[in-house]
């Protein structure tokens, strides 16, 4: 087993006033060329928008794109004609292949919108544009680990066109779990959301992240109540 520790206090960070957002890997400005990516995950983004404030329409191509709010409600449209409101406990999928246009906003007047954004190499290029969002209950289904992205939706998750499978648990303090690498190759990168873990014998605190591959399991424990972590199992070569 490798690991490679992404300390929360060693990302990127740029406070632009209306959004104040960390980076894990490269990003616009933050340059980091031992942090480019992870394998085919390239791209989490920590951002805090504050009320009424947003990304205003921009293009993507050729990119799986993951957001999870943490708090607030993201308002999202884009050129394939969705209009939605996505809030904690929801996760939305985009698959821009060919190209797409969409804006992000904060939805509220008075309150400030924290998400999580992913971006995952695709598998295959220049497929037709996708959009799909589902609600989890994160905060009363705890104890083991909930499928909300897949390759294949076999498990009620969200559909992506990449090799890759996320999953969330909220745990208990001294709650224990394996987790079970899905393809042979795959590598794990684990984000703490809330609370305090030990993840293949490392301690994890807010928003740290962990790398880890060449096996085929990583033991995940909590070390406080109502503890909440991501998971992302990834292909290591793109």
């Known amino acids: 087993m490798k690991t490679e520790l ?18 894990t890997f490269s990003f616009a400005t933050y340059y980091n060329p031992d942090r480019v ?3 085919a995950l390239r791209v989490i983004n920590d951002d805090v928008v504050e009320a009424g404030q947003g990304f205003g329409t921009h293009p993507h191509d050729n990119m799986e794109i993951v957001s999870i709010p943490l708090y607030g409600d993201l308002e999202h449209r884009d050129s394939m004609g969705h209009t939605s409101v996505i809030s904690a406990g929801e996760v939305q999928v ?26 995952v190499f695709p598998r295959e290029q220049d497929v037709k544009p996708r959009y799909d969002q589902k609600s989890f209950d994160f905060i009363h289904d705890k104890g083991r680990f909930i499928p909300i992205v897949s390759p294949d939706s076999k498990d009620d998750s969200l559909w992506l066109n990449q090799d890759v499978w996320f999953s969330i648990a909220t745990l ?21 959301i809330e609370g305090q873990f ?7 605190n807010h928003r740290d992240g962990l790398g880890i591959w060449e096996t085929s399991s990583v033991s995940v424990k909590a070390n406080t109540d109502n503890a909440r972590i991501l998971i992302i199992d990834v292909p290591m070569k793109v």
């Open 6 to 23: 992404y300390a929360a206090a060693s990302r990127g960070h740029k406070n632009h006033g209306w959004l104040d957002t960390y980076h």
């Open 37 to 39: 990516h992870f394998g």
């Open 94 to 119: 985009m698959s821009a292949g060919t190209g797409l246009m969409h804006s992000e906003y904060n939805s509220s007047e008075d309150k400030p919108l924290n998400f999580l954004q992913i971006w």
């Open 172 to 192: 208990d303090r001294d709650t224990e779990l394996e987790y079970k690498i899905k393809k042979r190759g795959n590598g794990v990168f684990a984000m703490v």
């Open 198 to 204: 030990t993840v293949a014998g490392k301690n994890l």
